[in-house]
């Protein structure tokens, strides 16, 4: 079945540095891939995704890149921000409506 | 955006109880419902997938007679965990697939914290 690999597990950064997450999977049939933020407590929100006939795609300070001959996926935030501090899961999906696989998620910290 | 709510939140019971978990669509239909269970700092794993007037369909190694899933509306789905023990405890969130405008998301409840006795 998938699997889905995300590094790195924790990831501190300044107020105002870029920030990437990396995530591989093994499903060369996923064609749908979301990311979420989850804040301490509360529901994972999804904050951006990528079909798999798309190299990349940008919302503001957020940005998804997609490498379908390398099984490979990224997020990448600009400008952070502490509200950014979060846990961040990166999933996988056969079909967009399917069942997701996720990966093991990364904790964001941005300090002040 | 679209509205998933599960209730309880938090919930605390004794050894060999079952409890119920609700999961609802407040402002679309949602054919397709997951059910995932989170350990603390870790990910989410998917237990089943719940599909409206259908059985649940499980993931490996989730006992079914263990997590049984109803899913008798668009707007409905429960899970029970039957006779919990304490290695049950654990944060269960449900998702709803949108199959209408928003292209088949996937909206998260706010889970249910389950602590057995």
């Known amino acids: 079945g998938e699997n889905v690999e995300q590094h790195p597990s924790t990831l501190s950064v300044q107020e105002g540095d870029s920030a990437v997450i990396k995530c591989t999977y093994s499903?060369?049939?996923?064609?749908?891939f979301p990311w979420y933020k989850q804040e301490l407590g509360k529901r994972p929100q999804l904050i951006i995704d990528?079909?798999?006939?798309?190299g990349e795609k940008k919302d503001q300070r957020i940005a998804v890149t997609l490498n379908k001959t390398a099984k490979h996926f990224s997020l990448h935030i600009t400008e952070t921000q502490p509200e950014d501090s979060a846990v961040y899961f990166c999933?996988?999906?056969?079909?967009?409506?399917?069942?997701?696989?996720f990966g093991q998620g990364t904790e964001l910290s941005v300090k002040p | 955006g679209a509205v998933v709510s599960q209730h309880p939140s938090w919930v605390i019971c004794k050894s060999g109880t079952s409890v119920k978990i609700e999961c609802r669509s407040l402002?679309?239909?949602?054919?397709?419902m997951f059910w995932y269970r989170q350990f603390p700092k870790q990910s989410l794993m998917l237990m089943a997938t719940?599909?409206?007037?259908?059985?649940?369909?499980?993931e490996q190694g989730v006992e079914k007679d263990k997590f049984l899933i109803n899913h008798a509306s668009l707007t409905l789905s429960t899970l029970t965990v039957t006779s919990a023990h304490p290695e049950d405890s654990s944060f269960y969130i449900c998702?709803?697939?949108?199959?209408?405008?928003?292209?088949?998301?996937?909206?998260f409840g706010a889970g249910t914290r389950l602590s057995v006795l």
């Open positions: 999933a996988a999906s056969v079909n967009q409506g399917g069942k997701l696989i």
């Open positions: 719940s599909n409206e007037g259908s059985k649940a369909t499980y």
């Open positions: 499903d060369s049939a996923s064609n749908y």
């Open positions: 402002d679309f239909q949602a054919t397709t």
């Open positions: 990528i079909r798999s006939n798309v």
């Open positions: 998702s709803a697939r949108d199959g209408g405008i928003a292209k088949n998301i996937q909206y």
